[in-house]
């Protein structure tokens, strides 16, 4: 029973104390995260790798890229396993390390020496590895701002991998307008510059990337919304497209929506644009609010509810048996360049 499955998991808990550390990322189940020892969204999760000296096993609740990071971020004593190995990423997935070379040579016929890659985390390790070996650096969704403004100090333009929504929406909220963006389409090998912008001017290249899930909150639902109950207010993660994110009250990342709705007004309605589990635990943790989804068939990242109660059972009694059941490993080379990377968002939180 799921009671047994339960009792299981905390005497194992219990029986490991601090040689386990379970990380749990805010889009998880409500039956993994109740045995997280921490929760945070991707920026959080990065910083509490790096600073835990302390465990020897580190079993990630979150997806594949999230454990890599945690891999390459701790010591080699240490070692990340992830419960599903199928809990990948669709984004991450749109962006491979030989469509980005190829780009890269590509763009550098157009552009030369002048552009810094930066790669949101929810990309590969050898994303993060080709970005710190030219310069550049991960961003997250909390300190995109903060990297694009540094990422404009060293290079005149920016190739934002692989979320271009997230890409468009930061640098439009820096002043940067649309008609200096254009879109680098990995699968036609092409530029998409859809305001026929002079390469001169063009300051930001987008990869075509999104994610699935907040690419389902649309312009449709805010506006159905603002009809039929026009007092809710609309909070959405920047990875919705950038229509939704400027029809929306507020937008931000998972860290400010969970903020947000922690010191809102009582009594107050809120539909929030993000993963399911979210807000649903939103939901339930503020009662005195009024929250729904802003997608009323909701969005669930199938691939963050790939870690249920199952997979984390499985994994941590063959961790009692001695077996490592999907250890997360990073190649060293490409944990070298991409520590580059992932350092220099780190030194700047
Ligand atoms: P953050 O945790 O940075 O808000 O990212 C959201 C997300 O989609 C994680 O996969
Ligand atoms: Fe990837 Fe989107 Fe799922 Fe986050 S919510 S893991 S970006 S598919």
């Known amino acids: 029973t799921t009671a047994e499955k339960e009792a299981r998991i905390w005497a194992i808990k219990e029986k490991l104390g601090e040689k386990l550390f379970i990380p749990g990322h805010h889009y ?28 020897e096993f580190i079993v990630f609740c979150g997806v594949h890229f999230m454990a890599e990071t945690a891999d390459m971020l701790t010591e080699d004593n240490q070692q990340v396993l992830l419960p599903d190995l199928k809990a990948g990423c669709s984004m991450a997935d749109m962006a491979n390390i030989d469509q980005t070379e190829k780009a890269w040579s590509q763009l ?28 550049g650096a991960t961003v997250t969704s909390s300190n995109a701002q903060k990297m694009v403004q540094w990422a404009f100090t060293q290079k005149e333009r920016l190739l934002f991998l692989p979320d271009q929504h997230l890409g468009r929406n930061t640098a439009y909220d820096l002043g940067i307008p649309l008609e200096q963006m254009v879109v680098w389409d990995p699968i036609q090998e092409q530029l998409v510059n859809e ?65 947000t709705i922690k010191n809102a007004e009582k009594g107050t309605s809120w539909a929030i644009g993000t993963e399911m589990n979210l807000v649903q635990r939103l939901a339930k943790t503020y009662s005195d609010l009024s929250i729904v989804s802003l997608n009323p068939t909701m969005c669930a990242c199938l691939t963050m509810n790939r870690i249920d109660l199952d997979h984390l059972l499985w994994s941590l009694e063959d961790l009692m048996e001695g077996k490592l059941r999907h250890p997360i490993t990073v190649d060293k080379e490409i944990t070298k360049d991409a520590c580059l990377a992932l350092q220099r968002m780190l030194e700047r939180p």
């Open 195 to 259: 305001f026929n912008t002079p390469l001169e001017e063009v300051k930001v290249i987008l990869w075509k990337g999104h994610c699935s899930v907040h690419e389902k909150f649309t312009t449709s639902h805010i506006e159905q919304l603002r009809k039929n109950e026009p007092e809710t207010k609309v909070i959405v993660h920047p990875e919705c497209t950038h229509e939704v994110v400027r029809q929306a009250d507020l937008n931000g990342s998972t860290h400010y929506i969970i903020e």
């Open 108 to 135: 550098k016929q157009l552009f030369g020496e002048t552009m810094l890659p930066l790669t949101y985390v929810n990309s590969t390790a050898a994303i993060k590895a080709f970005c710190g070996k030219y310069g």
């Open 28 to 55: 998880q189940r409500d039956e993994v995260i109740q045995f997280a020892d921490v929760t945070g969204d991707s920026l959080q999760l990065a910083q509490l790798a790096a600073e835990n000296k302390k465990a």
